[in-house]
C-alpha cells in the first residue's frame, strides 16, 4: 500500500515547531505533498530538505513569506517540473510535478496550491485566471499520463463539504462559479474526487480546514478544501482515507490516502 498525504503547512517552520516531523515519524507515509510553504530556498536549505527521511523538492514563490510547494518522497523521481503557466501563477509558486516513469507507464504526483480568492475581488480575479489556466494544462497532461493533483484547492465542492453553506454562498471559496469549475473538472475532464470516491456521503467528519477565528475548530465548524484528485485508472486504487485532526499543525488537517500498487 502506497500512502500519500496532502497538508498545507501554513508555514513550514510553524508546522515544524508545532511537531509535524514527529508525526510523521508515526504517521510514515510514502510520500507527503505539501503547501503554504512560506519559505524560500535559504530558509529549506540545511534545515527542511528532508523530513522524516523524505526528500524534498521545491517550488518557491518569489515572494518572501508567501505561498510555495513541496514534496517530500522515498522514491526518486525521473524528472521534476516546477510551475505549469511560465507566468504569474509560477511566480507565487503553485506547482510541482514529480514524474516517475518506466517503459510501461508514465505516472505523476502533483502539489499545488490554488489561490484564495478571500482577501478581496483582486485576489478572487487571480483565482479566476488560475482555474482558467491549470484546467486546459492538467486536460492536456491527462492524455499523457497518469496523474494525482493533491493540494489546498480552497474549494468545498458540494453542500456537504462545508459546515455553514447556506450562509456561505455569496463567499469565495463556496461561489458558484468556482464549484462549477470542480464539476467540469471531474465530469467533463474525467477526473477523480477520491476522497468522495470513498466516502460519497461523509459530512462533518471530511472537513481538512477551519477558520481561526471564533471556536471554529473546537466546534468542528469546518470545510473541505484539501483533495486529492486522479485520473480513473490511479483513483481505482485507492483504499482507504484517513483525515487527522489528533494534532493541529496548522489551520488544515492533513489527509492521507492508501493506494494499492501506486509505486
Known sequence: MFKLTSLNLNG?????????EAWLEKAKPDCICV???KAQAPDIEGNFDTLSGLNGYFHYAQKKGYSGVGIYTHH?????????????????????????DTPQRKLSLISSYFPSG???????EAKYRFLD??????????????????????IAHQQIDLKNWRSNQKNSGFLPEERAWMTQFLNE?????????????TTDTCYTWWSNRGQ??????GWRLDYHLATPALAAKARHAEIYKDEKFSDHAPISI?????L
Do not use: W
Open 133 to 154: 489556466a491549470l484546467y486546459p494544462h492538467l486536460s492536456q497532461l491527462k492524455t499523457q499520463r497518469e496523474f494525482i493533483v493533491c493540494g489546498d484547492v480552497n
Open 12 to 20: 513550514i517552520r510553524s508546522a515544524a515547531r508545532k511537531g509535524v
Open 258 to 262: 492508501g493506494y494499492e500498487g501506486l
Open 216 to 221: 471554529a475548530y473546537t466546534n468542528n465548524v
Open 35 to 37: 503547501q503554504e510553504l
Open 118 to 124: 478571500s482577501s478581496g475581488p483582486e485576489r478572487q
Open 189 to 201: 475532464a474525467g477526473m477523480v474526487d477520491v476522497y468522495r470516491q470513498l466516502h460519497p456521503d
Open 76 to 100: 526518486t523521481p525521473s524528472d521534476v517540473v516546477v510551475g505549469f503557466d511560465g507566468g504569474e501563477f509560477d511566480d507565487e509558486g503553485r506547482y510541482v510535478e514529480l514524474r516517475f
